[in-house]
Structure formats: structure tokens, C-alpha cells
């Protein structure tokens, strides 16, 4: 094959793997692999002299939001991507003799922040770099989107929006489909491209707003440090950075390295972005391609990869997908040792080439210095199984294959598989719920495919297995023992807590503790013998139907009886009526001391027969706030309306606790 010719076929492959991943669907190809072809690219556009027309050496990212149902809208300010290395050497050479800023890169969307005299008047997608997607429709439902700042003129700010590991890891066992969302930058991409009919959904996944650069301003300081000083005196949220220079660049790289790599960094970065310090000297670079060349560079670390040979699949359970796990002979990679890596799907298994167990080679690395992954098989024998039975319930599995992302997943075929109730046990050990602290999603996960939990009542004898979860990777003494205090801690619950626990459709805690009117027991008449709710005020025919039916079907009213036989019920207070909050709405942000946490606060309002809104506007009586003098936005927009601000410690001195 020619020189030419290999590069159309690597441009076609790297721009549909591009399409694939900005427009949220499958990954076809890892990173690592685009980034490889990335680099051959270049090179052979560099020894032919040749660019083709839709090579992505020379083209802002496709358009992250292709499906948005917002409008389209050219950006006053075009926003161009910056030059790439994974050579310390080349950002030095780039660095000069001037000072640099080094802060991460965020794993996100971008998004075009525009304020006129204070006020935001649009959010804007990056889109294409030139045109993007005006969603400020959902400038309440983005957090840390100050609505209001104490900025005249016109000011426009780019940032990232992204959504946090942890949180990712959350919402995709609470709301996820059956297979998953892949990875937090395509659930943001996918978050971000809802229309106006679904913004509480868009505020509950939690995409949080990075500012990383103050491209405009009436009066904007002359250095990049004095913009993001300024950002975050007007209330913004800015990425971290450290000031540094070409002579302690590297060091500075190695020690950001080495946060991502210990694992506790929340947010996904894909890299590090140096700028220079002096905003009159970056303005004067040319513009190449859809590179300016003194915007910034970006550094993206050159993956450590190890080869290995697989010993076994292990296929785990959650929901109705089980997904193959690679247990592989241990490698030491980024400093850590690894002898594990999701394999995704049988699809994904079907194009690295998976063989048999034992009889298989396979390269890893961990991509981004964080998450294990397999990346090629370099030496196959034989064809690996795709097991019959599901690993939790012994039920027969199936084969599906999605007719949108043409993707193989191996089903369970019983519908009352414990792993198909994972989701029911997180909302189970929730806040919400029984609040059993440390029984993560992940570690719930693992229990119910080790067949420890089968059903609620599990949780409170995880003892019987001790030896076991002592041994299992990632556990010990420590981690067994926490769990255990933190189950027995919760074998106390308020009656509204535990209906709340068990996923009762339509039944949240407001529901439950007017349910509760005349007591816990009075509850268990109604819903057992089908008398019913209706004649309880703010319940209805369809919420008593709910409950009448959930107690009434399977296994359900057993189930409930036996966690009751493992724990203490205490009666819920209901709050009388015609209470000193009556007619009141209440906002209530920051951290609370007095009250166990917000959610406790918030129940006490309603208890009261207040109201908690979730933003500031002219129907609001009070912004409770402990940092009353903070920049905050919803400090902000309450001094701007005239609604007063106190503390927790006056609310209580008010209206008691």
C-alpha cells in the first residue's frame, strides 16, 4: 500500500472512531490505538507534504452534539484546538524563556460561557470550533454556572463540563440501561444533548462547569494567573494550575502525573495543558490548520504498556449484562501492579481476538494512568467460551445484539436474578434508604456476584462470609470490620426511611411518611390486607394501588418482613399542622452544622409544612446560607431580588430544630 493511500485509510478510520466517541456511542478503538494512528498519520503528512481535506491532524474535533436539539450559532470567538505531544522535551522548546501555567485536561465538553453587564446571556457547545449549540436552556440545570456576576460589559469564558468518576459510577447503576453508559465524557455528551423536556434529568446526572480561560473581557488582565484570579473572585469554579517555567516544567509534569496515577483525582483528565502566562505574547501566534500556536499545548502521557498472558474471563453480573473481566498474570504498570481489565462486551473480545484461557497473549496498559485496559492480543490459540449459565443465578444466558450500536452483550435470562436488583440494593443502602455508609455500588456489586446478597436481608449477615471478603482482592480486616459497624449502626431506622428503602414505585419520602400518618403498624394493615390510602390526604388511588399491588406481588411482602425481623423501627414525627413554616420556601446551600446534612435539613422544612426549592428566585422567603457573605450565585441572585440570607444557627434561633 502507498503512502497516500494508507493515509485515506487512516483518515476514514480515526474520523469514524472520532464520530463514534464525540457523538456518544461505541468506541471502536481504544485511545491508545487512536493515538498511535494519530501520530503515523503525521508522520506520513509530514514526509509527503500532503494534507487530505478531512484529516484530523487539521480539523477541530467532529461535533460533540450532533443529535442537541438546540440551535446552532457561530462563536464570537472561535475556538481552536490546541497543538498535541506526548514529548516533555517539545513542550520545554515551546515553553521558552517564558512563564507557563500548567493545569489538567478535563475529559468533558467545552463549553462558551457569554455575559452582558453582569447577566449570563448564552451557553454555547464548542461544537466544530467555529459553530456550535446554544443550550441555555439549561444554564439552572449545569452547576457552578454563576447565572449572575459583578462583571460589567460583555465577557465571554470557556470552560469544561464534565461529571466526576464517583458520580458517573452512581448514576449508571441508579439510571443507566441495561448496558451502561461507557465512560463520564460520553454520559456528559449525551447529558448535554437533552432538549428543554428533560432538565431535571440533566441536573440530577451533576455536570459540573470547569472555567479554564477568559477569552474576552472589556478590561482583561494581562496575564492568564490575574483571568483565573478574576474567574474565581466572580464566583466561578477554575481549573487547578500551577505557575511555572520552561526549567522546572518537567518536575512540575511528574508531580501532576503522579496524582492521577494514585487514583484519588475525581474528575477525567486526558492530559495536562500548558499556557503561557502573559496573555499579549499568546495573542500574537499564527493560526495553523485549526491550531493556534500560542494557545496553549497540550501533553498527553505516553501509555506504559505491559504484555502478559490471560488466565481466566470472569464474567460478572449487573442488571441483565454480564461482562467479561481479563484475569491476567500480574504486570507492574504506572507504578501500581494489575491483573485485571474489563473487557466490555463479547463484541469488544471478538475484535482484540481473545483466545482461549492460558493460551493467549495480551498487551495492557492503564489508559489515562488510571483505568486498566487491554489493548491488543498479540499471540492467540483456540476461541474463548461464552458461558451458558449466568454466574449469580444458574439461570440460561442469551446472546443480544443491540440494532442500534450493533453491540453483543450476554444476557441472564431470569428476570428475578439477584444481580437484576443491584439497583434496588444501592437504593436500599442509600441516604434515602438505610443509609448503611460504605456498601458502595461497586462493592454491593461484587457481593451479589459472589452470591453473598440474594436478597435485602443479605446485607445484615454478611458475617457468614468473613473469610471471604477478607480475601477478596482490594478488601481485608479493615474493610470487613467497617462494614459490618456500618451495618449494625443502621439496624435502628425511622419508619418513612425504611419504605423508602424497599423501591416501592411512586413511594419517595414525602409519600411514606404521609402514608405514616397513624403509625408504622397501621401502614402494614393498610398495604397487606389491600384497605388502602385514599382516605390519606396526598396520596391518591394510584400511589395506594402502588403499594396495595407491590406487597401483593412475589416475594415482596416476605422479603419486607424479614428485613423488619433484623431491625428496630422508630416511629416517624409528623410535624403538626399549621407549623411556624407554613407557606414558607426556603433555599438551602453550603454546609450545615447543626442539622446531620442537607437532606436532613430539608426534611425538617418540609416536616414543618415549608417548601425547599432548589434556586433562587422571586418566590423564595429565605437563602440559608452559612457563608453569608460568600460570591456565591445564589447569594447573588437572593441580595439582587431582596430575599434575605441567614444562617442555619438563625433558621434554628427562628424556627427551632
Known sequence: MDKTARMKELVAKLNEASERYYGGGDEIMSNFEWDAMFDELSLLEKETGITLPDSPTSNVSFSEEESNAGEKEEHEFPALSLAKSKNVAELIKWAGDKKIWLSWKLDGLTLVLTYDDGKLSKIVTRGNGHVGTNITYMKESIFDIPLEIKQKGHMVIRGEATISYPDFEEINIF???????????????????????????????????????????????????????????????????????????????????????SGSFPLPVDGLVITYDDNEYAAGGSVTGHHATRAGFAFKWQDEEAETTLKEIEWSCAASVISPVAIFESVELEGTTVSRASLCNISEMERLGIGENGKTKIKVIKANKIIPKVIAVTEKEGCFEVPSECPVCGAKTYINESQVSLTKTLRCSNPDCAAKNLKKYAMFTSKDGMDIEGLSIKTLSKFVNMGFIKEYADIYHLDRYEDKIKNMEGFGEKSYANIIKAVNAR??????RFIRAFSIPLVGLDTAKKMLACGFEDFRDRAESGRGFEDVGGIGSERSRSVISWFAAGDNKRQFEAVLAEVEIEETVRAESGSALSGLTFVITGDVHIFKNRNEFKEYVTAKGGKVAGSVSSKTDYLVN????????????????????????????????
Do not use: Q
Not at 440501561?177 to 451533576?206: C, F, I
Not at 439496624?491 to 418513612?496: C, G, M, S, T
Not at 447569594?635 to 427551632?656: C, M, Q
Open 626 to 657: 452559612n457563608d453569608i457573605e460568600s460570591a456565591s450565585s445564589k447569594n447573588k441572585t437572593a441580595k439582587s431580588l431582596g430575599i434575605p440570607i441567614i444562617s442555619e444557627d438563625e433558621f434554628v434561633e427562628k424556627y427551632g430544630k
Open 175 to 261: 439510571e443507566g440501561d441495561d448496558e451502561g453508559y461507557k465512560n463520564p465524557r460520553n454520559l456528559a455528551s449525551g447529558t448535554l444533548s437533552l432538549d428543554k423536556t428533560r432538565l431535571d434529568e440533566v441536573k440530577s446526572r451533576r455536570v459540573h462547569f470547569n472555567a479554564f480561560s477568559l477569552v474576552y473581557a472589556d478590561e482583561k488582565p494581562a496575564t492568564w494567573g490575574e483571568c483565573m484570579d478574576c474567574l474565581e473572585k466572580l464566583g466561578f469554579k477554575c481549573v487547578d494550575r500551577e505557575l511555572t517555567d520552561a526549567s522546572g516544567l518537567e518536575k512540575v509534569i511528574d508531580k501532576w502525573t503522579k496524582k492521577v496515577e
Open 491 to 496: 439496624r435502628k431506622v425511622r419508619a418513612d
